[in-house]
C-alpha cells in the first residue's frame, strides 16, 4: 500500500522554538507538498518541490523554509514557531504529470504552538 | 487567479437522504478531482475527471464533469453516516505554470446522521 508519512500527529511547541516537520513517500514521485489546512480557510499551499533539491514558494512562505535532499523526504521548517502557526499540517505527494492525477496525502500533523 | 468554489459549505441531513455538493469556476481545468477528509486525517482521492461532461460513479456516488470543464458535481444517493466528512474538490490548472499544483476548493462539511 503506497503511502505519505508524516513523522508525527500531534506537536505542542513553544513560541520562538525552530519546529521540523518531516515526510516521506515511498511511491517515488517526483513532486512534494507542504499545505496548512485551518477552519475556514482550507488547504493554503506553503512550499512544494518538483525534484531533489528544488522548491518553490507557494501561497503563504513567510515564517516557513523547506529541504529536500532527497527524493523521498520533504521537510517543512518553522524557522521560529509563533501562535499563528497552530494549524493542521498536511504533507502530499504526486506522480509526474500526465500520469499522476491525484495527490496522496499524510495523515497530518496537528501542530499547536503556546 | 484560478479559485474553485464549493456549495454548500455546511450539510446536515438524515440518512436516506439525497445531495449535491457543486464546484464552480470561471476558469477552466484539465481535469477535477475530488477527496474526502475525516476528521484529524488527510485527505482520500475519491475520483478524477478528465473529458468535458464526463460521468463517474463510485457505488453510491455520481460526479460530473462540465462540458466547459469549469465546474463539477458531487451526487450522493442514499446518504450514510458513513460518508460524513469533509468533501473537497481541486482543480489541474495549466500545466505549464502549474508544476503539479492541484487547486483547492475550502470544501463543504457533510454531517448524515442516523
Known amino acids: 500500500d503506497v503511502k505519505v508519512t508524516q513523522s508525527s500527529r500531534y506537536l505542542v511547541k513553544r513560541t520562538g522554538e525552530k519546529v521540523f516537520l518531516e515526510c516521506v513517500q515511498d511511491?517515488?514521485?517526483?513532486?512534494m507538498f507542504w499545505y496548512r489546512q485551518d477552519p475556514g480557510l482550507g488547504l493554503r499551499l506553503i512550499y512544494f518541490?518538483?525534484?531533489?533539491?528544488?522548491?518553490e514558494k507557494g501561497d503563504i512562505p513567510e515564517g516557513y523554509s523547506v529541504s529536500r535532499e532527497k527524493k523521498e523526504r520533504f521537510s517543512l521548517i518553522l524557522e521560529s514557531a509563533s501562535t499563528n502557526q497552530t494549524s493542521m499540517y498536511l504533507c502530499?505527494?504526486?506522480?509526474?504529470?500526465?500520469?499522476?492525477?491525484?495527490?496522496?496525502f499524510g495523515s497530518g500533523t496537528r501542530l499547536t504552538v503556546v | 487567479t484560478q479559485l474553485l468554489e464549493q456549495s454548500p459549505q455546511f450539510l446536515s441531513i438524515q440518512e436516506g437522504e439525497n445531495l449535491t455538493v457543486y464546484c464552480n469556476s470561471s476558469?477552466?481545468?484539465?481535469?477535477l478531482q475530488w477527496y474526502r477528509q475525516e476528521p484529524g486525517e488527510g485527505p482520500v482521492l475519491l475520483v478524477t475527471?478528465?473529458?468535458?461532461?464526463e460521468v463517474k460513479k463510485l457505488k453510491r456516488l455520481t460526479f460530473q464533469f462540465g462540458d466547459a470543464r469549469k465546474d463539477s458535481s458531487l451526487h450522493i444517493t442514499a446518504a450514510q453516516p458513513g460518508d460524513t466528512g469533509l468533501y473537497l474538490c481541486?482543480?489541474?490548472?495549466?500545466?505549464?505554470?502549474?508544476?503539479?499544483?492541484?487547486?483547492f476548493g475550502k470544501g463543504t462539511k457533510l454531517s448524515v446522521k442516523p
Open positions: 511511491m517515488d514521485h517526483e513532486n
Open positions: 502530499a505527494s504526486r506522480g509526474a504529470l500526465p500520469e499522476g492525477y491525484g495527490y496522496t
Open positions: 481541486a482543480g489541474d490548472g495549466n500545466y505549464g505554470g502549474s508544476q503539479g499544483n492541484l487547486i
Open positions: 476558469s477552466v481545468f484539465s481535469s
Open positions: 518541490s518538483y525534484d531533489v533539491k528544488m522548491k
Open positions: 475527471v478528465v473529458t468535458g461532461g
